[in-house]
């Protein structure tokens, strides 16, 4: 009968009742954790589990009584415990001992209990045996314990090796005390065998045990604090030395957002701005710009038709990259603020950027105005398409600046300067947390390992939508930095972690370090179960606009428009060279301004943008859904091709040629097609332009060369729409995958957290070498997403390491 699956618990006049429970199930008293420590460095051992003893617990009706000493819950002095410290700093509830006086009152009434011992049960098993002398001497047995714990600080000696402190003469009258009593010496045995075990650190950092409440020492007119809590293993944050190399500063900005791309970014604008006002300026002191000459097809229609709007382009393209960069790592730069409201909502704000066209502002005040001002930069490209047109001065046309167009623009882009600027001085000297740039899967994960945010995420991953997973993690306030516990042995770590939260609880079973089971609340395992098996489930989710309706109805609704289009534009009776009477006014007034040039350049460069800007989104989340795609496949992906890919991070023509790289030519032609769609505005503002005809009437005439342009764009644009149909199916996912709590459901319990290749990373090249290395017999890790048995012991679906040894076999699902 083994003494750990032995529970003493009080019924009848405080008496002791033995109750079969699962060692696994019992506290861990300081004892244990030497035990279970101690056999942490050596898994071969021959002894393979060691008894477990458990305390004598004191009835409630004890806990409660004034007249009981605070000694019953922990020992008087507490620097005692020696070693055991870090133990009792644990979260997990102290099983309390009896004391003296509790055993000395327990002898006197033993004679007038015995009647009542035939009430007692243990578990349909034999009466209990009427003689309290064995639990008696069990308890005074527990009280000596401490004589072992400090035996076991000592060294070794024969003496001490072969001696029990208490002389087990009394039979056990089958209480199972004996053979207790000899595996608790092979216990010890193995205890002095492994004497020289690591520092205490190491021993006493799984599922320690922390008393209830400790007794002060009474000082002079101070009342004795009776209840106060130990120091249990928090996270506390802290700042570390700064500009030191093993605790690098966490201000890291990427480029787009330092000193020098701002600077050159508001010597864009500037340059800009002076431009627009010298036109303007010029223009109406001198009655235009230049005389008109060559027609459609020179060069200076090309300078006041074309030009303007790819210098507009060029400040556009750039301001897109700014608001990609700010959006990326605001989630970050969120959890390294002090304030816990600022904190509050860093975990569902978009890690990627979405459309222009339907823009979110989730930050800080401060960004959100800079996110608006930098918003209006969409219509800059239309507006600089109409900023010129001719005006007859003594009877000849001249080239003229329009001034509300002109005036309008030098607003729009001193807004975006001053965003430019509040951009700047936001970022500049910012703690960010991060020690370098988030681009990928594997930057991300490398902030966990030592995470103790991650024991509310269980049943997170089978959820449907952000909003689902929000509610669950409602009021989180994760921090992202430097942090310490009161062991100062652990010294001072960095991660995204919970402030004040416990550090995460480990117990060894059959020999194994495993992490301790996580609480799914209102989930049962059954339900689990079924939903992590269920294809449904995990190919539940995908963009809305990459959804088969959608994706096929894209393509036939661009099939059929561009058919028109083509009919229109080459039937004789339409024919687009002979152009079209413009149905306004063509007259400019002495602003400059035609009814005729605004229309026709405006409003084709505006669908020209809005057909740029709708394109994007369907790039943007080919991109971010690439890595969980390789990874969804049969056989896994190696880090390369899943998580250290960073293509939504990229520029346009960085990506193209990084997925030529990789073979990835489906990401390489839409990041390209995105790139060039910026054409489609640029061209369309300057195609036509209102002329006399040889007859003598006004009719709106088409340059043909940008016009073929056009539509040799348009088709590509179908393609591009086409291509997005074939192999969606690994896209799909339980849900999506656009923050960074709905991507934390996907790895919190993970395995590789505990890999080596995570393990406090000095630098991204340090991780990215670290992924990237072969194996002694040349061979690569590779990783997979599907379901697998966690850290906690649990089933859970997510991204893992394919043939990690000892946890079974990973499923991936697929259609």
Known sequence: MNLGDLDLRSVHHNRPQLERVHTSDLPVTPLNVRLEADRTPSFASSISEPATVVRWQTPPSRIHSPEQSTDTLRPATYARIGVNEAAYRSDTPLVVRFDEEQIISNEAQASRRDRNMDNVSLDSSPPTPTDDTPYIRFAIDQLTRDEDIRAMQRPSTATSSDSYPVDRIVPDNGLGYISAAEREREALKLIRKHRSSPAEGRLFAFNATRPLSFAEPAVANTPVKQNRSSDPEIFIPVDPPLNTPRYPDLTFVPTMLRPTSTIMLSCLCLLMIAALIFCAVYSSYNHGLVAWSGGIYRGLYFVF?????????????????VMST??????YTLMAMDDVDSRTNALFIDLWPQSMLWPKWDGPIVINVA???????????????????VVQVDGVWRWTTVQGIAWTLVGVYFLILIATLLVGLFFCRRTTGLMWDPRSLADIIALLPRSNCLRDYPGTDIMR?????????????DRLGYWRTPNATKGIFYCMGEEGASTRQYTLESGKIHEKRLNFDDVSDIEKAAELYNSNTRFRYIPWFLTDTFVIFWSVAAFFLLLALFIVSFLPSTAIRNGFAP??????????????????????????????????????AVR???????????????????LLLDYPAL????????????????????SLLSFLFILLPILAGGTFFQLTTPSGAVRMIPNLPSFYLILALLILYLFGLLLLIPKRHSMHLPHGVTCLAEILSFVYASG??????????????????RLMATKVRGERHRFAFGVFRGRGGVECLGVERLGRRGEGVMVISGR
């Open 624 to 642: 971010k859904l690439k890595p969980w795609s390789s990874l969804g496949q049969p056989h896994g992906a190696l880090a390369e091709h899943s």
């Open 371 to 389: 996110y608006f001002f930098f918003w209006l930069s969409v219509f800059t490209i239309p507006l600089q398409g109409c900023l010129f047109s």
């Open 305 to 321: 038709s074309f030009l303007p709007q790819i210098l507009a382009a060029c400040i556009l393209i750039y301001v897109q990259g």
């Open 651 to 670: 520029l346009p023509i960085q990506c193209t040629i990084k997925a030529i790289t990789n073979a990835h030519y489906r990401i390489a032609i839409l």
């Open 583 to 620: 149905l306004v006014s063509v007259l400019p007034n002495s602003a400059g301004f035609s009814a005729a040039n605004f229309l026709y350049s405006f409003l084709p460069s505006l669908l020209g943008m809005i057909l740029y800007l709708l394109f994007q989104p369907l790039d943007m």
């Open 326 to 331: 700010i959006t990326r790592i605001m989630p």
């Open 752 to 769: 590789v957290l505990d890999d080596a290749a995570f393990r406090a990373p000095k630098s991204k090249a340090d991780l990215v070498t």
């Open 465 to 477: 939508n952000k909003y689902d997973i929000r509610h669950k993690l409602n009021l989180r306030s």
